[in-house]
C-alpha cells in the first residue's frame, strides 16, 4: 500500500466491479419513472408543445408575427439559433478533443454530452429553417439540379457554407454519437428482455464484444475524434462569418471566429454542468459523476470564461484603438446605450460570476455551481442577443434606428426550444444509457484497487 | 464445416491478456477474443496487424475534397456564373469552407459505413455471443483445436493457471 499515495485518486469511486457498472448504470431504466421524471417531462413536453404551437402560427401567418423591423432584421431567431449551435460544442468537445488529450474523466459524461450535442443542433436547425420565411423551400439550399435553369446556390455565402457546416456537424456528431451508444445497445440487448431486447437488438448491429471489431472500432473512434475537433471549430467559425464578413461595426471583426467558438465551448460546459448535476442526483449516478469530474468542468468553464473576458476587453479596445468613429459609437451605445442592460448582464454572468469557480469550496458546493451553470446559460444567451441586436438596432444612418421588442410568438419560441430539448434529454435518460459503460469499464481501473492488486500480482 | 473450439472464460483484462500471450507463445492461434470493453495491448497479443481503416478514410476525404472543389468552380464560374459583388468568378478562398465540411462528412461516414462492412454489422444481425455475459463482465479467448495434437487438459491446466472462471469446448457450424 505504500504505493497507493502516488496514485491518482480513481475516477469513479465506491470500487466498482463490471457487473455493477453495468447494473448501476442500466438501473434507471429498468426502474418505472418516478414522480419527479413525470413531472419534469409533463413540463417540458408542455412548453415544447406551447413553442410548436408558436412555430406553426409564425409559419402560417409568416415572419410579420416577430418583432423584427427593416433595421432589426435578425434578433430572436438568429440569437437562439447562434445560442443553441453552441450549446451543442462542448458534447464535441468532450467527445473529441477531450478523446485526443486522453482525459478519461470524459468518460463518465461524453454520452449525455453527445446527446446533448445532438438535441441543441436539432433545436438549432429549426431556426434558420423558419427565419427563411418560406420553410416549405428550404431545400433550396441544396445544390441540386434544378428547373430553374440550373441556379447553383452561390458558394460564396457564408450562409450557404452555414448549411453545410450545420449539416455536416449533424451528421457526424450523430454517427459519433451511435458509435459510441453501439457496445452498450449490446449490453442492454443481452440484460434485457421483450419488445427492448428486440430494438436493443436491431440498432447493436449483432455487436458480439469480438476483439477483432473492438480493434477497428477504436480506430473509427479515433478517426471520427480526430475529424470532429476541427470540425467543431469549423463550425462555430463560419456561425460567426455569418456576421464577420458583413460590414456592420459591431460585427465587422477578425476577432469573431476565436470568440464564437470559445463562447459556444463556454456555454455549452454550463450546460453539460447543468444537465449533469440534475441526472447524477436524480438516477443516483454520484459515484461515476463525482466531485473529480465537476471540478474538471469547473476548470474548464473558468478558462473559456477567461477567454471570453479577454474577448470582450480586445473587441472594446480595437474599437478604439481602430479610430473608426463608427465602430466606436457601436461599443458605447453597446455598453451604455438604451440596451445597457443587456450588455452587463452578459458581462456579469459570463466574466464575473464564473470567477467565484477558483475557490475550491465553490466547486464543492454543488448547488451553488448548478446556479453558477444557470447564470451562464443566461449570460451567453445575452451575448448572442448583444452582438445580433445592440450592433442592428443603431447602424449608420440615425434616421435608420429603432429599437426592437420580442412579441409573444417569439417569447414562446424561445421557451418551447428549451422545452424540446428537455423532453428530449428525458426520454434520453429514459431509453438509453446516460453513461458510456463500456468506456468507464475502460477507465475504471485508473487508481482503484483492482489496479494495486494487479501491481502486486506482477511483482 | 464444423470446428471444434476451446473458450477460456476469465474475469479479469490482465489474467485475460496474460493467458493469451501465453496460448500465443505456445504457437495455438486465437481465433477471437470477446470482452466488454475495449482493452489495451490486446492486439499486440492476439498478434492483430494494424486497421487500414485510416487509409480509406483519407482517400474518401481526399475524393470528397477534389469532387466539391470541382463541382464549386463548375457551378460558379462554368455553368452559370453569376456576378455577386464583383468577385472573380473563380473564388477559390470563398470555396475552402464548404469543401472542408464536405470533406469532413465524406471521411466520417466513410470510416463508419467502412467499419459496418469490415465487421459485418448491419441492423437486425444475430449477435452469437460466445458465452454469456461478454457484453457485461466476462472475458472470453477463443482457441481452436486445429488437430489431433491440441492438447484440452494442456490448455485448460494453462488457462486455469491464469484464474480462468470456466473452460469449455464448442463446436461451431459457420465462422463465429
Known amino acids: 500500500m505504500a504505493d497507493a499515495a502516488i496514485l491518482r485518486p480513481p475516477l469513479i469511486h465506491g470500487d466498482k466491479s463490471l457487473a455493477e457498472v453495468t447494473r448501476d448504470v442500466c438501473a434507471p431504466m429498468d426502474r418505472r419513472p418516478g414522480a419527479l421524471w413525470w413531472s419534469a417531462f409533463l413540463i417540458s413536453a408542455g412548453v415544447a408543445g406551447v413553442g410548436l404551437l408558436a412555430i406553426g402560427y409564425q409559419i402560417s401567418t409568416g415572419v410579420g408575427t416577430w418583432g423584427l423591423n427593416r433595421t432589426v432584421g435578425w434578433a430572436f431567431d438568429i440569437t437562439n439559433f447562434v445560442f443553441w449551435i453552441g450549446i451543442g460544442h462542448a458534447g464535441t468537445l468532450i467527445s473529441a478533443i477531450l478523446f485526443l488529450f486522453r482525459q478519461r474523466w470524459r468518460t463518465s459524461v461524453n454520452r449525455a454530452a453527445e446527446a446533448m450535442t445532438l438535441f441543441a443542433v436539432i433545436c438549432a436547425g429549426i431556426f434558420p429553417v423558419i427565419h427563411t420565411g418560406r420553410p416549405w423551400f428550404a431545400y433550396w439550399m441544396i445544390p441540386y439540379p434544378n428547373s430553374r435553369g440550373s441556379l447553383w446556390v452561390n458558394f460564396r455565402s457564408p450562409l450557404v457554407w452555414d448549411f453545410f457546416a450545420i449539416l455536416t456537424y449533424f451528421t457526424i456528431s450523430a454517427v459519433f454519437w451511435y458509435i459510441g451508444l453501439l457496445p452498450d445497445l449490446a449490453t442492454l440487448r443481452d440484460r434485457s428482455s421483450g419488445w427492448r431486447r428486440w430494438l436493443a437488438g436491431f440498432f447493436s448491429l449483432g455487436w458480439t464484444g469480438s476483439h477483432r471489431a473492438w480493434q477497428r472500432y477504436e480506430v473509427v473512434y479515433l478517426m471520427l475524434a480526430g475529424l470532429g475537433t476541427p470540425l467543431v471549430i469549423s463550425v462555430h467559425t463560419i456561425v460567426s462569418w455569418d456576421f464577420a464578413t458583413s460590414l456592420l461595426p459591431g460585427w465587422h471583426s477578425t476577432i469573431f471566429p476565436p470568440y464564437f467558438v470559445a463562447g459556444a465551448i463556454f456555454s455549452g460546459l454550463a450546460m453539460v454542468l447543468t444537465l449533469m448535476l440534475i441526472a447524477r442526483k436524480t438516477m443516483h449516478l454520484e459515484e461515476y459523476i463525482n466531485q473529480r469530474h465537476i471540478d474538471a468542468m469547473c476548470k474548464l468553464i473558468l478558462t473559456t470564461s477567461g477567454i471570453v473576458a479577454l474577448a470582450y476587453l480586445t473587441e472594446i479596445f480595437t474599437a478604439f484603438y481602430s479610430g473608426n468613429r463608427y465602430e466606436q459609437f457601436a461599443f458605447v451605445n453597446r455598453t451604455l446605450g438604451p440596451m445597457f442592460w443587456a450588455y452587463w448582464t452578459m458581462v456579469s454572468c459570463n466574466v464575473l460570476v464564473p470567477q467565484v469557480l477558483w475557490f475550491r469550496k465553490v466547486r464543492q458546493t454543488l448547488p451553488l455551481v448548478f446556479v453558477i451553470s444557470l447564470l451562464i446559460n443566461v449570460g451567453m444567451w445575452f451575448e448572442r442577443f448583444v452582438i445580433i441586436v445592440t450592433s442592428l438596432h443603431r447602424d449608420f444612418i440615425p434616421a435608420n434606428w429603432s429599437s426592437y421588442t420580442p412579441t409573444s410568438v417569439e417569447v414562446a419560441t424561445l421557451a418551447g426550444m428549451f422545452g424540446i430539448f428537455f423532453s428530449l434529454f428525458l426520454l434520453f435518460c429514459r431509453f438509453l444509457p446516460v453513461i458510456a459503460v463500456a468506456e468507464v469499464k475502460g477507465a475504471l481501473r485508473i487508481g482503484s484497487r483492482g489496479a494495486r492488486q494487479e501491481k502486486g500480482a506482477q511483482a | ?176
Not at chain 2, 474475469?11 to 493467458?19: G, Q
Not at chain 2, 486445429?146 to 461451431?172: C, G, K, Y
Request: with cysteine; glycine share 6%.
Open chain 2, 1 to 176: 464445416m464444423s470446428r471444434r473450439l476451446f473458450i477460456g472464460v476469465f474475469d479479469n483484462e490482465e489474467d485475460m491478456l496474460h493467458a493469451v500471450r501465453a496460448a500465443r507463445e505456445r504457437g495455438h492461434a486465437i481465433v477471437d477474443v470477446h470482452t466488454p470493453y475495449p482493452v489495451h495491448g490486446l492486439d499486440d497479443a492476439m498478434g492483430l496487424s494494424p486497421s487500414r481503416l485510416p487509409w480509406m478514410v483519407f482517400g474518401f476525404g481526399l475524393l470528397a475534397a477534389v469532387l466539391k472543389v470541382w463541382f464549386e468552380y463548375w457551378t460558379t464560374a462554368i455553368d452559370w456564373p453569376v456576378n455577386v459583388g464583383g468577385k472573380p468568378w473563380n473564388s477559390l478562398p470563398a470555396f475552402v469552407p464548404v469543401t472542408f465540411e464536405v470533406m469532413v462528412l465524406f471521411a466520417g461516414l466513410s470510416a463508419v459505413f467502412g467499419f459496418f462492412a469490415v465487421c459485418r454489422l448491419f441492423p437486425g444481425k444475430r449477435a452469437v455471443l460466445p458465452v454469456a455475459g461478454v457484453t457485461d463482465d466476462r472475458f472470453a479467448v477463443i482457441l481452436e483445436e486445429s488437430d489431433s495434437t491440441f492438447d484440452v487438459n494442456a490448455m485448460e491446466r494453462l488457462f486455469r493457471s491464469f484464474h480462468a472462471v470456466r473452460v469449455e469446448e464448442q463446436i461451431a457450424e459457420a465462422r463465429p
